[in-house]
């Protein structure tokens, strides 16, 4: 089994260097990421993503991902430290991700923080996967302003975060209450016959596609609550796409792409939006791998600009699954003198949010 490698670039490695020197490791789902962060800057960002392997089967396959990151975990620490010019006797901390996601994949990943802590006796710290994509920011656009929200999208959640301290306190306002926003997107892409994963595809067609041909319903918009909803919409698509079918007629893939995700953004963007008024906040963070989405990122930097509410959205390689969001996260523990995880640290899938670090 052969994983796909990509080393990202590290634009901020020429800045002033900032202690401490912190590795992050990430292996939530299918893509192993290492990222090594001196406090606020970007060293190395490397990952080895399974994708294609996955792409076969529609979706992600655990006992699949897990083999994975077992053969990527070792050379790919070894090329961010390449990368960064670093050595393993040069660091400072070792973060880890420690949960939600795949049990057995997280399982990999800390075993992995393990072993480089314990034999470089450095302190571990197991962080919840969410503060992290809220973190990460820190390392494009400076520090976060606190409160602020976070919207973070993926293919496992839809959450909607109020942010008092990313290495202490977060709290949920909204989350999804069926299909997660990406996991939409792959269900889409596969009734299109779009292949794995959906979200890029989608994206890209519906660019040539118009937003009003079809109107798919909006769950949930009028809720007083910030959850969200998709797989009613999931469903709206399936029926659409099925009855032109039926009746021998053209499915304008396009138009398909462009009118459910122009639902999907129209949520997102409007539950955000609502809360941080609500909740008197000025500054709204995008993050997880749907914040890539480009129709996303244009409509709640429309919507933002109109409200008078600070939009934040990392770039989109800083905004899918990364070992530099999780440093980033170890970074700010440490500066702010956190508390080790225990040794004996459990990979929790279903850790809670407001669990930035296990203890």
């Known amino acids: 089994m052969c994983s796909a490698v990509r080393d990202r670039p590290a634009p901020y490695a020429d800045a002033v260097p900032d202690p401490p020197l912190v590795?992050?490791?990430?292996?939530?789902?299918?893509?192993?990421?290492i990222g090594i962060v001196r406090g606020t800057t970007l060293l190395a960002d490397a990952v080895a993503s399974s994708v294609e392997e996955h792409a076969r089967f529609g979706g992600v396959v655990p006992e699949v991902a897990s083999r994975a990151h077992l053969e990527a975990m070792v050379p790919t620490v070894h090329r961010a430290l390449d990368t960064a010019g670093v050595t393993l006797g040069d660091l400072d901390a070792v973060a880890v991700t420690a949960g939600p996601g795949l049990a057995g994949a997280l399982l990999v990943g800390v075993a992995a923080a393990k072993a480089y802590s314990l034999a470089l006796d450095l302190p571990l710290y197991g962080v919840n996967h969410l503060a992290a994509h809220v973190a990460v920011d820190v390392l494009e656009h400076g520090p976060l302003p606190e409160p602020c929200l976070a919207m973070l999208v993926s293919g496992g959640h839809s959450s909607l975060l109020l942010v008092e301290d990313v290495t202490a306190t977060m709290s949920p306002l909204g989350a999804t209450v069926d299909d997660a926003a990406g996991e939409a997107f792959d269900k889409v892409a596969r009734l299109l016959g779009l292949g794995f994963p959906g979200g890029p595809a989608v994206d890209r067609l519906a660019k040539g596609g118009d937003r009003q041909a079809i109107s798919f319903p909006r769950s949930m918009m009028r809720d007083d609550s910030y959850d969200v909803s998709f797989s009613g919409l999931k469903t709206a698509v399936a029926r659409w796409v099925e009855?032109?079918?039926?009746?021998?007629?053209?499915?304008?893939?396009?138009?398909?792409?462009?009118?459910?995700?122009?639902?999907?953004?129209?949520?997102?963007?409007?539950?955000?939006?609502?809360?941080?008024?609500?909740?008197?906040?000025?500054?709204?963070?995008?993050?997880?791998?749907?914040?890539?989405?480009?129709?996303?990122?244009?409509?709640?930097?429309?919507?933002?600009?109109?409200?008078?509410?600070?939009?934040?959205?990392?770039?989109?390689?800083?905004c899918t699954d990364n070992g530099a969001?999780?440093?980033?996260?170890?970074?700010?523990?440490?500066?702010?003198?956190?508390?080790?995880?225990?040794?004996?640290?459990?990979?929790?899938?279903?850790m809670d949010v407001r669990v930035v670090v296990s203890a």
């Open 23 to 33: 590795l992050g490791i990430e292996t939530s789902c299918d893509e192993t990421g």
């Open 325 to 350: 969001m999780v440093a980033a996260l170890g970074a700010r523990l440490v500066a702010a003198g956190a508390a080790p995880s225990p040794l004996d640290l459990p990979a929790d899938s279903a």
């Open 243 to 318: 009855a032109r079918q039926a009746a021998g007629e053209h499915v304008p893939v396009a138009d398909v792409c462009a009118s459910f995700q122009e639902a999907v953004v129209d949520v997102l963007t409007g539950k955000a939006v609502r809360a941080c008024r609500d909740q008197g906040i000025g500054t709204l963070l995008l993050g997880g791998g749907v914040a890539a989405n480009s129709r996303l990122r244009s409509l709640a930097e429309q919507r933002c600009a109109a409200a008078g509410i600070a939009l934040r959205v990392p770039r989109p390689g800083l």
